[in-house]
Every structure is written in C-alpha cells, then in structure tokens.
C-alpha cells in the first residue's frame, strides 16, 4: 500500500483527532497510487497516523477513515459506521423521522452526508474513495433504518465539481419518489429532493424553531434568502401577522407558497422574487420596518483567501438588514461560511451595528448547527454554522 508522509502541523491534528489532510500538509508520498485509492499516512518518523481515501487532484488530499492499522476499508465497515450513527440519533438525540443521518468526518464516514426525511434518504458523496461504495452505502442506509424506501442520490455542487466527480441526480436505490412532509416545531414542509444541497436545509432546525417563542400576534417580519420558507413559515405559524418572503430563485418561492398552504396561512404571507440587496435597499427608501429581520444567506466565503470579500457581503446584508428592524425589534442573523468563525462574525455584525447607529444585546446563547450535525471537538471543519439572536434598539 502506497504511504503519504505529513509534517508536524498534519501530524498534530491528526493526533488531536482531525480526519482530513490538506495538500499542503503532505512532505512526499512513496509508491504509486491513483485518485480514490486508500493510503497510510506517516510521520516524517515513520509512525503510523492512520489509513484513508486519497486524492492529489483535490486541496483535501487524504480523508482519513481509520486510524487503526489493522482495521479493512470496505461495505461491512461502513455498514456498522451508518447504523451507529443512525442509532446515536435516535438514541442519544432523539431525533426521529427528520434528521441528518450521516455528517462526514464527525461519523468517521469522510466525504458522505445522508438526510433522511421519513421514508427517503438524500445521498451526498464529496469523496472519489466514497463514490466506489456508493450502491453499497445505499444499502447500507436501508439496512440501517428499514423504514427508508428510496435513497435519492443528489450529488450535484462545488464540492463533486473540486473533487474531479460528476454531478448526479436521480433515485439510486428503492422507489421512485422525489416528495415527502416533514414536522418542525408547529410547523409542516415539504421536502422535494428536487431542491438545493441534500433538499431541505435540517441544520437550522432548532434556531427555526428557537423563533417561534419570539413572534406575537400583530408582528410583521422579514425573511431574506428564504429558500422554501423556513423562518418564514414558522413565524407565520407562531401568530406574525404579516410575513414577507424574499428569494432570488421562482422554484424556490413556489415552494414557499405551497409549505404557506399546507399550514394554512396563505393569507399571512407576501412574496419578493429577486436579489436580496437590491430588494433590501428599495425597502429602506420607502421606509419599511419589521419587528423580525432574518437574515440567513448562502456561504459568501467559499475559500479562506475570500475571507475578506466575504464578510464585506455579510456586512452590507447586515447593516442593510439592521435598517429594516423596528426599535425593539429583533434581527437573526446567520452565516454557514466554515471559513468565518463566530468571533470574525460577532465582529462584522457589531462593525454593522455601529454603522447603522444600534445597539445589539444578545437574547439567544451563540446558536450553531443542530446537533444531528455533531461537531468533533478536534476538527474545526465540522463546525460552520454561527447564528445570533439580537435585540436592537436606537443609539440614543
């Protein structure tokens, strides 16, 4: 088997518990492999780190599966890591028909996501080892949780595209079916496999939900970047009377009108099909003003050299954002940028703060990603979503 030797920072982490290697942190390699093979990793010492998936072609050169010598990379290894994973969310967290199944490195499966949404299981592959098992992982869910009927293979994104992998999408296993209704908190969606990333967005479920406890009958409140409706929705459910929707994407928008139906609150909600700063800025020159402000957009910072462009953007949505909030009103705000962690975005939304002539008092815990996304205490990358809950009030 082909060895890749690390230096001393790789090494460190790996020690600490950390999954993946950058090309960066790779000294030499020694024998022949090719992308998706798996490797030993060494020390320049010539101790053993562990054994995973390799692929030059890529910045994640190797993804770590086991850092066990004797232990085989293969269908039945994978088959126990999928079952435990799913038992720890049902067991430990409790979850039950909606929820992330499978998180990456934080379940030892690097480069594989599953969603399950009651009888359908969303597959997303980041990984050129992970894709030769891929029937086998299909499987591998279904044996799993025996209630799952179809896995839908939605590999498409940047990801599969940085990884030399193709985008697919289409049902890999089971019966052919794109649609299902998900509860949340006291609201309902619907999930289309259709959508974006794995179909429906699970990792703001309990800020979603956190909302609810916020919004009083008589509210008007304003959802940016809303993709099908998920604060949208639950606000409009809590009692707000007015919910204003703002999506740049038709499909997207549509979805929310349907998930608006299903709860029955149609009459609630309006809807703004564009691009949010453009919309944002024209509401300001009218003068509008929301009790609720949420503002959860896409990741602006792809890359660490983006750092900078990146949360200029998140600034401006939060200074324009910041404008649109009532006195003693609240602003959400989110970011799922891995790149920004929570004191570079405390500090632009304090920057946007200031600006906009607010005070920002902190009524929510700093609020991650839900746990059904764990996040390894050793491993940075499994921790990337940071969202705020701010009362705001006028500098005086």
Same mark, same amino acid.
């Given at each position: 088997?082909?060895?890749?030797?690390?230096?001393?920072?790789?090494?460190?982490?790996?020690?600490? =518990?950390?999954?993946?290697?950058?090309?960066?942190? #790779?000294?030499?390699?020694?024998?022949?492999?090719?992308?998706?093979?798996?490797?030993?990793?060494?020390?320049?010492?010539?101790?053993?780190?562990?054994?995973?998936?390799?692929?030059?072609?890529?910045? +994640?050169?190797?993804?770590?599966?086991?850092?066990?010598?004797?232990?085989?990379?293969?269908?039945?290894?994978?088959?126990?890591?999928?079952?435990?994973?799913?038992?720890?969310?049902?067991? #430990?967290?409790?979850?039950?028909?909606?929820?992330?199944?499978?998180?990456?490195?934080?379940?030892?499966?690097?480069?594989?996501?599953?969603?399950?949404?009651?009888?359908?299981?969303?597959?997303?592959?980041?990984?050129?080892?992970?894709?030769?098992?891929?029937?086998?992982?299909?499987?591998?869910?279904?044996?799993?949780?025996?209630?799952?009927?179809?896995?839908?293979?939605?590999?498409? *994104?940047?990801?599969?595209?940085?990884?030399?992998?193709?985008?697919?999408?289409?049902?890999?296993?089971?019966?052919?079916?794109?649609?299902? +209704? +998900?509860?949340?908190?006291?609201?309902?969606?619907? #999930?289309?496999?259709?959508?974006?990333?794995?179909?429906?967005?699970?990792?703001?479920?309990?800020?979603?939900?956190?909302?609810?406890?916020?919004?009083?009958?008589?509210?008007?409140?304003?959802?940016?970047?809303?993709?099908?409706?998920?604060?949208?929705?639950?606000?409009?459910?809590?009692?707000?009377?007015?919910?204003?929707?703002?999506?740049?994407?038709?499909?997207?928008?549509?979805?929310?009108?349907?998930?608006?139906?299903?709860?029955?609150?149609?009459?609630?909600?309006?809807?703004?099909?564009?691009?949010?700063?453009?919309?944002?800025?024209?509401?300001?020159?009218?003068?509008?003003?929301?009790?609720?402000?949420?503002?959860?957009?896409?990741?602006?910072?792809?890359?660490?050299?983006?750092?900078?462009?990146?949360?200029?953007?998140?600034?401006? #949505?939060?200074?324009? =954002?910041?404008?649109?909030?009532?006195?003693?009103?609240?602003?959400?705000?989110?970011?799922?940028?891995?790149?920004?962690?929570?004191?570079?975005?405390?500090?632009?939304?304090?920057?946007?703060?200031?600006?906009? *002539?607010?005070?920002?008092?902190?009524?929510?815990?700093?609020?991650?990603?839900?746990?059904?996304?764990?996040?390894?205490?050793?491993?940075?990358?499994?921790?990337?979503?940071?969202?705020?809950?701010?009362?705001?009030?006028?500098?005086?």
């Amino acid at each position: 088997m082909a060895k890749v030797i690390v230096d001393a920072q790789a090494a460190r982490a790996i020690g600490k =518990g950390a999954m993946i290697v950058f090309k960066k942190g #790779v000294v030499r390699t020694e024998g022949e492999f090719s992308p998706g093979d798996v490797v030993e990793v060494y020390t320049r010492g010539g101790k053993f780190l562990g054994k995973g998936f390799v692929n030059p072609n890529s910045n +994640i050169m190797i993804r770590l599966v086991t850092k066990d010598r004797d232990v085989e990379i293969n269908k039945e290894l994978f088959r126990e890591r999928i079952r435990r994973a799913n038992e720890y969310r049902k067991k #430990v967290l409790g979850y039950d028909r909606a929820y992330r199944m499978v998180y990456g490195e934080a379940d030892y499966l690097p480069g594989l996501i599953v969603d399950r949404f009651n009888e359908i299981a969303s597959l997303q592959i980041s990984s050129i080892g992970m894709e030769k098992f891929k029937l086998d992982l299909a499987e591998a869910i279904m044996e799993a949780e025996p209630e799952i009927e179809t896995v839908f293979e939605k590999n498409t *994104g940047r990801s599969r595209r940085r990884e030399g992998l193709p985008e697919i999408e289409r049902v890999l296993l089971g019966k052919e079916k794109y649609r299902t +209704i +998900i509860k949340e908190g006291k609201a309902r969606f619907i #999930v289309d496999m259709r959508g974006q990333k794995t179909g429906f967005f699970l990792d703001q479920r309990e800020n979603r939900i956190a909302l609810e406890k916020y919004v009083k009958p008589g509210m008007r409140v304003l959802d940016v970047f809303t993709y099908t409706g998920g604060f949208a929705i639950h606000a409009a459910v809590a009692g707000a009377d007015e919910v204003v929707a703002v999506d740049k994407s038709p499909w997207a928008i549509n979805m929310v009108k349907e998930n608006a139906k299903l709860n029955g609150v149609e009459d609630r909600m309006k809807y703004v099909v564009g691009s949010a700063f453009p919309i944002m800025e024209e509401m300001i020159k009218r003068g509008e003003k929301f009790d609720i402000v949420i503002l959860d957009p896409p990741a602006f910072v792809q890359h660490e050299k983006d750092l900078k462009r990146g949360l200029r953007a998140y600034f401006n #949505v939060n200074y324009a =954002g910041l404008q649109l909030v009532k006195e003693g009103g609240i602003l959400v705000t989110a970011s799922c940028s891995q790149h920004v962690d929570m004191q570079a975005f405390k500090d632009m939304v304090i920057a946007a703060a200031a600006k906009a *002539g607010k005070f920002l008092k902190l009524i929510e815990p700093y609020r991650t990603q839900a746990p059904d996304h764990p996040i390894l205490m050793a491993s940075k990358d499994t921790e990337y979503l940071k969202a705020l809950f701010l009362y705001v009030e006028d500098m005086k």
